[in-house]
């Protein structure tokens, strides 16, 4: 590996979408849209239900290829493969669920260590210690709440400390001390990454320093 | 964080002790394997009695046991990522690679496990007579490596399919059968005291033919 995530610096990282369009069979889940962001700073994606918000954020981070058009992800002026594009990102999703046989310390070290980090346990206790976590560490999955749980999502997204952050419905099942806490983790990052939060939630896109407008008009049109 | 150049084998340990410890703590696959090949064991040992002299037959009822505890187990190991939706968290820490060797060696460990408990339970019941170790041990190794690469290849490609269960034991039959044939003719001739060295072979060459085959589709199995 010639670079590593922690070694970016912010300013060397654009994330761009081309003309990106994904259906569903004969359903229309993204309108084409494009943008380009680069770190760092705050993004916020718009629209209704529907609109296709997670499916830009999976397609974001190579976890879906879109139908049409692409993504680019660019370090230090080369664009990342795709396949290796999980590396520069940290993504945190409804759709992102947890070993629930293991605890949700044992889940991040399994991260760590398939990423290949070196001291995995540092790192799984810093992860945690940012979403106030620390003291549920040792509970399996299974034990925690909707709302620890969101946290633990966002204590993954943030484990390998990505130069982007990709954030679907961040807010969620979060109680106030959990949004507040979410929202200061976001003023902290803001000027060290890039941070992707698709979101309807006022108190969520007024953080962003720009919006992308999503103009699918939600439940999808017959292509 | 720093990471470091071996990552992609750290990557293939992480899952494997991941799989071993979440196996531990649920034993979703080895109760109902380790119990599907001892009733079985006991319903041919009841069925049949005790076949000292019937090499043939002994060797052919032996892999029929080990193939099914296979088809009975050895899916869970993607099925379970899909059904407990952790897939994208799996994709996201790991490259398909990596991810397919870590569960290929745990299902080799998974099939190893059984044997320890299943092939001298086998040999007791049936009455069998003394294999020659060294070539029985070894038919059962590569026998075992060969059923544990066409299941995990199988177990990934149908994951995300439904009526997963009948799907997997009949796309994984004809990969199967292969492997089955060659260990039943080896263990057979060990036991009539005839070379195994061609059954020895063509398993080798058969479980590298079918990793190669299986590393070149992982890339491309979990696209949604």
Sequence with gaps: MSATAAMVSPESVVLEAREVLHRYGPRVGLERVSFRAAAPGVVAIRGANGSGKSTLLRILAGLLRPTEGETALAVDG???KRSDRSRWIGYAAPDLAFYSELTAAENLRFAAESRGMERPDEAVRQALERVHLESRGDDRVTALSSGMVQRLRLAFALLHRPPVLLMDEPGSFLDEEGRGAWVGLVQAQRRERLIVIATNEEREWTLADESVELRGRGLGRPA | MPTNPSSSAAAVWAVLRKECLSEWRTRYGLNAALLFAITSLAAVSFSIGRLGDRSDVLAGLLWIVLLFAALAS??????????????TMLRLVAAPT?????????????????????VPLFLMLMGAPAPRWGSFLALLALGSVGLAIASTVVGAI???TRGRGALFAGTSFPLLLPVVAAAVSGTRAQWNGGSVDAELRLLAAYAVALLAMSLLLYDHLWED
Excluded: C, D, M, P
């Design chain 2, 74 to 87: 050895l899916a869970h190991a993607f099925v379970r990522e899909v059904e407990g939706r952790t897939l």
């Design chain 1, 78 to 80: 080369a664009e990342t």
């Design chain 2, 158 to 160: 149908i994951s995300q």
């Design chain 2, 98 to 118: 990596a991810i397919a060797i870590g569960k290929l060696l745990f299902n080799f460990l998974f099939l190893a496990l059984i044997e320890v408990v299943t």
